[in-house]
């Protein structure tokens, strides 16, 4: 610890960074950013833009990069991507930066970072195309934790064909996450199909009873299959549940 | 009318089959009859044996037997059942009983009673076992209807092979009842593939959030396909829907 | 396929159309279009505007257009549905555009299209005004499936005498798509009249308590006659009903 | 007071009945009888049975009978019926008894109880038999609060013209009470049709989704006619209101 | 009807009216207006503002004073109001504009309109401020209708003494409407101490679990007091429901 | 420690009892008793027999005998109470039996067990006799916890007269249970009178919309007065809470 | 009284505070302010801002400082508070402001104003950022009633040792408010490990199914913890139900 | 197959095992067994007992063990599971019995039968007692799909010290499954603490509002953790995607 406080005197490490080693979090203006989190549950802390602030976010994006290396931020509209990407790097000029617009996932590293890289691959499947923000979320999680994506889209159950087309592909994955909305069948043919696990994602495309994902969450629910789902949107968490599966499968092959 | 007020005075007609056919119902100790249901709307009155003493459904099973020639009588249980035949046989010994245990509908035809009969066909699908009962009812009421039935039973999506292997028989049905439980994909994929028209049933089969056939019901509803749908478990509904429909056909080919 | 294909080098067929003949399917910037939708389950695929930028829907319609002939666009706003018309005009100025404003409809047929014509009549009826996108949205895909649409508006429960004045009218028709929003009580009082199938179209016209179409679906799904339903505003899977069992009907017609 | 409790002393009023007019209430085992409440808010005090036993209802009846003339049971069944009848006539030998068994009501009036009498009629109609329970319920407390009740039985949307023959009939009324269960719509129709003051009376008679009476009540509430409501099944409730209304309708005619 | 015509002819009377007169209702641009209502049923018919345009209101309220000498315009906003009575004066320059800008009801009334006048007051009480609008919507129909408003605001249960100061007054008046937001708990306090009948009107103001009305609406369904309601902010249901009460009061007294 | 070990071995102390002060619980074959709660969080451990045998709370019960003195048994039947009572006064024939049939509640306690005496009152209320249950198993856990309990019953909205005769006494208590069910509303009103800290325990006992208890639920929670509230016919949560109140109130008076 | 009414004349009290005085409420513009909340129930009267006008609120504002010499504003915005500052301003040039921008709460109070002082503290507990706006709404109550506030912020139970650290502290408080949003477990967490009577406060932060706060409402409400629990962000009845604790425990105090 | 038909011929292999080799699946009186369900989505088939008479679930329990060796069935009651035991034995006297009555999961393997046996570990995590069941059946069905089972019992969170002492004993699993009822708090605390890919099962085990194990669901919907769930009581499911992780991580030990 003497250590790390003389680098700190010594301008060698930031405070925030010494704070993250000796607490497990950064305590900064817009809160505290849980630093240690990937190392207790092997999840990367991610920053959800929803109700905050350009400046709170940046500020949270600017403790991660310092503390972790990275800031993963979700559900981020482009302007205020542009705004945090732009003051990050008046502080980390040569921060690496990886923005998925349509999933609103924003990734910011710094040069010394060292992405993990998994020995395994997650198949992201989506119905069709409304879809597409929270697959790209799940696919991004996945892509971060150090997995290899692979998509399979708009192979929605009213065309079956497409889906039967691509069952080898399905097969070879190691974990799949399987996106739908309206009624949410699409999980269900599939895990009829395969052994592959299968992590259910509900969407909220339709309208009427049911249509703010409701079906598709309790279709799923309902399964007949051995489905395990996430809430409707949550697309951070199913690439997470997927992430640590991957990630068990990586200590097993190095074996 | 004044024919037929001779006829009940020579006891040729029975007082309820004259009060039917002149005011279009018939008064009982257990209610009313609607007799002239099946004239006006197309649709046979059943009697919903749910909630009534069997002492209620001899009653008005007796009056339809006397006013339309036939009773239909629906979710009844085997001990009514055999209780109901057993006392409308003492008045009517030469009526004609057709009992479909497993799906709870007992049909009691007079020996005059004049079947009608229709150039169309009614396909009745299930995704499983539990499925059997509301299925059974809707298959009920289209036969009384006139139309003939013909069943796929077991081709859940859990194991979609099943299904492909029968969908040259599906495309040739003039309107396919589509029974489900669980999360009620079946329909769906149905209409995925065949472009007879569909109503979709759901079925109260599971457990848990939606287990009380809500998931399959909004399911149905959210469908992306051009299904309509009837309430859970309402075979009876779906039947009669059906049985309109063919009836329409019935004329076209006529013509 | 060689044919197509050098019908395609010659420039005689789009790549679009020959992937869409090929494969069922034409994939493009927006995603992939469904062309075979129509041949496999008698409905044409239509393009849903919500959610959708005025690029996405002008390079699916475009898309359609150039495989199946003809262009659906539902929920569109004026402004929208302008800027398509125009951008495919671009490259289809023959193209012939039928726009429904108030139900949101937008149709493009390219010159060579031939529409279905088929010989039966669908009735759409509304309770009131808060009732015609949805019917006209319905009313719109009956018509684009060939059957011919025969609009009674303005015939609410509460007003039971609008309704009387018109019964042979409806009973004339082949299938009913009756729209009603608040208590949705007018498809079970036309059903209780009329031997015709009808399908219940339940309307987000309300406040309060079941205001969003709640009590509407429900009403209909307790309905005591034999109605099928389609989710709340579900016009164009009402209509899509309604003409699948026109087309039934027009193929007994010509046997 | 001193005269009252002189009348105490002397056995000529029973303790009950002294307390009951001094405080409001009478006190006994199976807790307090709210013996002003007719007084006080116009609608007599009723004993739910439901959830009570026997000897609860009993003790409650008798000090009804004793402070108010009069006891009205709701919900009550024939065997608890025969017992409370059966003990209460132990102590008043001479009460009179009536007994609705059909709606679940019991009324024991003490020999000097004189009953009130309106000028004014309420109309209690139902569309079904399964609606027999709680229009009978309300019926007996209309006529217990004096007024005079007609019943318009069987009446439901389904068989409309049986509605239309019996208007006359309804629009005669002073108040008209309109139960009706599944997707509750009679007694919207019926005040399209007159002007009568209308109180809608949900009941639980159906199933699946909305068929616990939620349908019915949610029907009424969007209603677009001038309709009061009351909870599901609440004949109590929409008999008192109903009596209330009569009361200030005598007092109008009486002056 | 020969002299409808004639005066149709001679331009005395407006083809609207003429066409109200003969048919119960007038066609025009924005639908059809219910001229019969009041007559059929006691309630003048209204014009929600909700989802109309401007120019939709403002035909419909002529059509409203060419046939029936007025028009109730309900949830309108300021301007709507200003816009609408402007283009109505345009035609009608002499009618008569009542603008409750607070409860959102505008009334225009044309020259020879002839109000109608009952001998009965109606009680409008209120808990709080918010119930201001629904109250207020409430008291603008009552009003219409002929019958005598007396308000009663901020009595809400939190203080009940300001309720208790009152109570003469709310026993004094025929019927009350009482509006109560939250947990809805006032029209239960009020019916347990007065005997005028009550309509309980529910109203959005609260926050969270049942802050939408819902937790009013089901207080009040719960209510173990003779209450009667209408639908969450249902202003003129209430106001209507009392006003055909009055009706009837107003004709006793009258005898 | 060691001392502890030698009174086992010595059989001074049983080997539970032991295992509970050293690990804060006991294992058993009904499973862990928590015999450290009472110390770390303040309310004593209770064994509820709801979904459990007689024999597996009889372990639990002698279990907690042992370990902390006194077994505290919830929503237990008469006949498992006795059979429960009879074996654990096998082993510990001395033990004190405190029953309180109506609410459900059993108390075993050890002769040597020292009950805590705080100095603080807790007001128990009821709106009527259906709350008798929940408000005896709250009263029945203040008293095991050591506080005075006072009981004010039968005051319910609907007889206001009845709580505002007894407003002193419950301003005098240190806090107030008050229970109620249907509309709820008695805690807003109490709470509205006195300024003493106020727990809402809602009942279920109404039926239709809101009779499982959620219309009194729902209406605690929308109170405009400072109430806390626990679940639907929570007694234990509510008396546990006033407990933890009445402790700090006594350690605040003992300073 | 007299007194009073000189004092009025003299100009030496205003009417508004003379009215106060006596009626226990004052009148203004904007409705009736109830002066007499704080001495009856021991809460302070505030201006819930949500649906209010500035001028509204003003008007209320001042009539507060002038007949309580305090006006607490809940729910406002900065825009709004910086307005209502200022017209006070006008009148009260003294009056101090205390402003917690982020909580919403503004706080206005006359010179002369003695704020309460009580010997106790409440701890305010928050798992997460999202949780501070009620937090800070109910620290503001609690610090307006005159208890010490103590706050234990961002220690959610994903990271459960930041909560084990603060034991102690939370240990030593006389009341905690536990704030909590998603799946709301931080109050049962902190109920299991300390002994002093929590409130929990459930925070609408997540998003699909129960992201509204109904998930973490049921899950307090289902906590198997001595917990009580307020609506969804309502973090005035939080403060208010323990600064009515803290006034019980500083008057045990004074003993 | 010319041999399997020859086998069958010479009465080496069964009827229903041939065709459930050639078609996947076996058709007996009870209905379609899927005996193809393993190889194909890596789940072995089970019959739910629930709703299914002993006479059907031995028929299908039969042809399991004849078509894949082994008969897993589900909810079982203790008289039942003896019965169908008894029945099977008859046929097949050798075939081992695994019965777990509290689970309520009966296993048959006939004597032949090689079970799976995978290199991999799964913790069953339950928060208290009346998890046990669901918990059970989860421990089953990863047993008979070949991994190891570890259970951590009664580690609820009003408790923590429970769990925070076995933390590494659950670091040490390949996955966990998480079993917790009322707010279903355990999986998420667990979560924060392990880098362990875990299955939420929420279970039913409370009352009042979210006792039917909703409020679970939606806690562990709601967790901020890397959670997937499954649906109430859905033991089957965890265990079967449990089982399909252990699977892979198996196959790339082996590699």
């Known amino acids: 610890m003497r250590e790390l406080l003389e680098a700190v005197a010594a301008g060698e490490v930031s405070p925030a960074e010494a704070e ?5 979090y950064a305590t900064g203006d817009a809160g ?79 040069a010394a970072f060292e992405a993990p890289d998994l020995d395994a691959t997650v198949g992201v499947v989506t119905a069709g195309t409304s879809d597409a923000v929270p697959a790209g979320e799940a696919a991004a999680v996945v892509r971060e934790m150090g997995a290899t994506v ?20 399905l097969r070879d994955r190691d974990v799949l996450i399987v996106a739908a909305g309206r009624e949410g069948a699409l999980p269900t043919v599939v895990a009829g199909l395969v052994d592959t696990p299968i992590i259910g994602l509900p969407v909220s495309s339709g309208y009427g009873h049911g249509g703010d994902g409701g079906a598709a969450l309790s279709g799923m629910l309902q399964s007949c299959t051995a489905l395990s789902v996430v809430n409707i949107g949550a ?21």
């Open 150 to 169: 692979e998509r399979v889209d708009d192979v929605g159950v009213a065309g079956i064909a497409r889906l039967l087309d691509r069952l080898d592909e």
């Open 20 to 24: 993250a080693e000796l607490a497990g």
């Open 32 to 110: 505290r950013f849980d630093a240690a989190r990937e190392t207790r549950s092997g999840v990367p802390e991610a920053i959800l833009a929803d109700g905050k602030t350009a400046a709170e976010i940046t500020a949270l994006a600017t403790t991660a990069v310092e503390t972790t290396g990275r800031a993963i931020v979700t559900r981020v509209s482009e302007e205020t991507a542009a705004t945090v990407t732009g003051t990050v790097h008046e502080h980390h000029p040569d921060a690496a930066v990886a923005h998925d617009e349509r999933a609103g996932v924003l990734v910011l590293r710094a």
């Open 235 to 255: 697309g951070f968490t199913a690439g997470a549940q997927a992430g640590l599966i991957a990630r068990r499968l990586d200590a097993a092959r190095a074996d």
